[in-house]
């Protein structure tokens, strides 16, 4: 059994503050700095070259992709970590493409995180030849699958809304199309229970920095099936996916399985500090991750709801549709959002009118959600209009 | 004047250790560790997701790149950090070949880290239509420049022989024949004054985690030259690169200028530790260095030469012809590096029979030179052909 109180002590949160806005940066495990520390000093100081070997770096990216593996529902062995995200997706789409040679045209929606439409218009300017991406409404995917299609690129929880595609379905009838699929489980991983294998997914790709923990600029994942592992060839052929690396053979030839998908060399530094959140949550079971989630989100909805009707929900209610956020809109979101940060509540701004908070049962309780609820309903109440004040304080990304 | 007992002063080098590898792995800067852990405390434990704007992170890329900058002789501004080497190398020959529409040739040596050979094919195995890697001996590259050449790519100095290329040269027939360049400075950087604007590369490239000590997975660096900046339209599109990154909007729109070969989030840990690095960079002079570099690799080759004539020189003796390695060559190169290191002295072996040595006077000295000559001479002498001794011994990489 989770012991949800047990973890929340277990992360350097700033006193009083309530922080949802770990699906953006999650927040400093105690652990981290001891653990990176540590791999600065004793490893990359004392072991210097040597730790490649001894320290067991060269090895990080299979191993800490087998304890990202558990979260996501993958099979051991199929999750590689390294670079960002945008890279991660670029690499996806790259081998999905090669393995659907008839089709030319990516699927994603509106609602996806620019950066992956981003990287799918650079990958389809440099094949050029008729390659193009398609992006239809979030709830028009599942239609728009049809025999044409090469690859769907969805990110499975809307960054802004927070609605969540059903990856099963989708999945089920890209294959009946002959289609391939890439999840993108930014707002996934760490938020819910994810089955990647039950599901059929091809590719998944995410990054570490939101729910799990990572701290800044940490590293990303990708994980392929072991259906396509030894099949798909790498666009982005680095010598550490090369089957060996040290013989320096001039030709590429790909490592047997996922490790393929390995670039350049390890962030080991970013990777320390990955390690030392994994620690909690290799504690963590995610169906009661995800039941303490639901408890949260939906504390959160009713309060609000009830204490400020201008806010609009725009989050789902059903829990199959959604993740581990929630948003409502208003016009004057923004200085809402500002005035929250003031108070100590901590959440994103998403233009035009997104006001999006995140919720993790590792650090988040339900004193926080009640206390939040207060706080934005204070604020609502009596000082929205109170513009002057909002217009003095910085941006907030 | 640089003080070079001085900065040796500032890395935590291993007692009894001579530290010839830092052209592999650099050393660990005594400042390093107590940056890092304010990264992490104070700055993401306590600004979290603000600490994007109040500490700075999101300027990173292009701040610390402009530290580098100075290390290479790129204009301000044109230098930003990132990824892997190997996905810079395919940013820059995706740029490179969008800009010459008309060529299908990348050009390149048997001499290059195989990385970039791989990334080089992985890209020409995306575009298809007849693009190709050609790779030439190292010497043959200036002549092997025709009107065919999109564009060359070579690592200036050779990561097995030391050999250096003539960068002006190069640059300057590339020119002529209406080709761009590539230049890869992974053991260039830091190891003497490079000078890009003066020689008019293009696009360069490098890691900052041999000479310039910013640990193991430290982020890479990309150049582009201020007459391709705004021109290049990056292959990898991610939305750190995008004009407006927070706009979200869905149709990518490069930055103006360098800025957008930044693809994703960037690495804030690897980059803390890389900046308390630079702040030792930053009071060396490099004329100095490289003074002081072949004033330790002159000694080093005239010592083992006169100690071990069996060794022979792999490193051209012309000091323009060379960087800070010097290699000698050996059939028992493997065994008898296997037992340089368990006597302290710390290279690199490399197939088939190079003994790498790597020389920076930032933490190496004439003593530390005197005593390795030493010890090689000694192992040469005494101790070579016991060989049961050395395969009991862990293979280093």
């Not at 529902?73 to 995200?85: N, P, Q, R, Y």
């Not at 620019?114 to 979030?138: F, I, N, Q």
């Not at 201008?310 to 005035?339: K, N």
Request: negative net charge.
């Amino acid at each position: 059994m989770t012991n949800f109180a047990a973890t929340k002590a277990l992360f350097d949160l700033p006193a009083g503050m309530i922080y949802l806005d770990g699906n953006s940066l999650g927040p400093l495990p105690h652990a981290t700095a001891a653990r990176v520390a540590h791999t600065v000093t004793e490893e990359w100081g004392k072991l210097l070259i040597t730790g490649w070997n001894k320290a067991g770096w060269m090895d990080k990216p299979m191993r800490v992709g087998d304890r990202i593996a558990r979260l996501i529902g993958a099979e051991a062995g199929h999750v590689v970590m390294g670079d960002t995200l945008s890279i991660k997706v670029y690499q996806a789409l790259a081998s999905c493409l090669e393995m659907t040679p008839t089709r030319r045209v990516i699927l994603s929606d509106t609602g996806n995180f620019p950066s992956d439409l981003y990287m799918a218009e650079g990958l389809c300017r440099t094949l050029g030849d008729g390659y193009s991406l398609k992006t239809v409404a979030p709830e028009d995917v599942l239609d728009a699958i049809d025999d044409t299609i090469a690859v769907t690129m969805i990110t499975e929880v809307d960054y802004r809304t927070g609605r969540r595609h059903d990856m099963a379905d989708i999945t089920a009838r890209a294959h009946a199309h002959g289609a391939l699929t890439i999840w993108d489980l930014a707002h996934s991983a760490g938020a819910f229970e994810v089955e990647l294998a039950k599901a059929g997914a091809d590719f998944a790709v995410g990054c570490t920095y939101k729910y799990l923990n990572s701290g800044p600029g940490g590293p990303a994942f990708i994980y392929v099936s072991p259906r396509h592992a030894s099949r798909a060839v790498p666009a982005l052929s680095g010598w550490q996916g090369h089957d060996a690396p040290f013989a320096f053979d001039l030709s590429y030839r790909p490592a047997t399985g996922a490790e393929r998908l390995r670039v350049g060399t390890p962030p080991i530094l970013q990777l320390a500090a990955l390690e030392a959140s994994l620690d909690i949550w290799d504690t963590v079971d995610m169906a009661e991750l995800r039941t303490a989630s639901l408890r949260l989100t939906d504390r959160y909805i009713k309060g609000v709801e009830a204490a400020c009707p201008s806010l609009t929900l725009a989050t789902p209610r059903e829990h199959a549709l959604r993740g581990s956020q929630v948003s409502f809109r208003h016009p004057e979101g923004y200085a809402i959002m500002q005035a929250m940060i003031a108070r100590g509540v901590i959440g994103d701004f998403r233009a035009p009118d997104i006001i999006r908070c995140g919720f993790t049962p590792l650090f988040i309780d339900e004193t926080d959600v009640d206390r939040a609820v207060e706080i934005i309903a204070d604020i609502m109440q009596n000082s929205l209009w109170d513009r002057a004040e909002y217009k003095t304080r910085a941006k907030v990304t």
